[in-house]
């Protein structure tokens, strides 16, 4: 187990379409994030997972968006009918527990044309 | 106003120099990260901190919890150190992140 990978590396969308993103935490990892970077801001929190329980989702989150970590351990990230207002990088980073080391996945760069 | 504040946004050095970096938060933490970004977006964790100080190779991070202040040092500075650093910190209410906006580093041979 390499680290928190995430798939794919790059997606260009036409508007109105859907896209997924999968990330692939740390094995031994029972939490899991999401962020989203746009371009010169640091990353922003989109929702977490425990195991696979949903905890906690930002407002950011628009009902556009759906995250899902079915079995508690991989997850992924829905955006439905893409607004170019979308394209940014979708990081994944995945912990054991607060505050106790997280590792981020190298992001999917959306681009909607 | 951000929870995360950086200085400088952007900053350019000689090859050699030592560098530092700042970041003041407003919130309460139950620890403090610093990330390195290169321009491919991947985030590689630098350190991360809830007291004093951690030294790793030429990268040196402090903390003084009663001032909310961590600066990010790196000594004898190379062309490979060039990213985007970030402040990020864990709010003790709560499971999230707060992150500064970076502080994009050039170091020029």
């Known amino acids: 187990d390499t680290g928190v990978s995430q798939d794919p590396r790059h997606k260009i969308t036409k508007r109105g379409q859907n896209v997924t993103f999968r990330c692939d935490p740390i094995s031994e990892h029972n939490r899991l994030y999401w962020y989203r970077q746009t371009l010169g801001q640091g990353p922003e929190f989109l929702t977490y997972?425990?195991?696979?329980?949903?905890?906690?989702k930002s407002r950011l989150l628009s009902d556009r968006f759906s995250a899902e970590r079915p079995k508690g351990s991989f997850s992924t990230l829905e955006i439905q009918r893409t607004e170019q207002g979308d394209s940014a990088m979708y990081l994944c980073?995945?912990?054991?527990?607060?505050?106790?080391?997280?590792?981020f996945g190298s992001g999917t760069r959306l681009t909607v044309v | 106003k951000n929870e995360v504040e950086q200085s400088p946004q952007n900053l350019t050095a000689q090859e050699g120099e030592f560098i530092t970096i700042n970041c003041s938060y407003s919130v309460g933490i139950s620890a403090l990260h610093w990330l390195q970004q290169h321009p491919g977006g991947g985030i590689v964790s630098l350190f991360m901190l809830s007291s004093g100080k951690k030294k790793h190779g030429r990268l040196i991070a402090t903390i003084n919890i009663q001032e909310k202040h961590s600066s990010l040092h790196i000594t004898a500075s190379h062309p490979r150190d060039s990213a985007v650093y970030i402040c990020a910190v864990n709010a003790n209410t709560g499971n999230q992140f707060y992150f500064g906006t970076g502080t994009s580093l050039t170091v020029i041979p």
């Open positions: 997972f425990q195991n696979e329980a949903q905890l906690e």
């Open positions: 980073a995945s912990s054991r527990l607060q505050g106790n080391g997280y590792t």
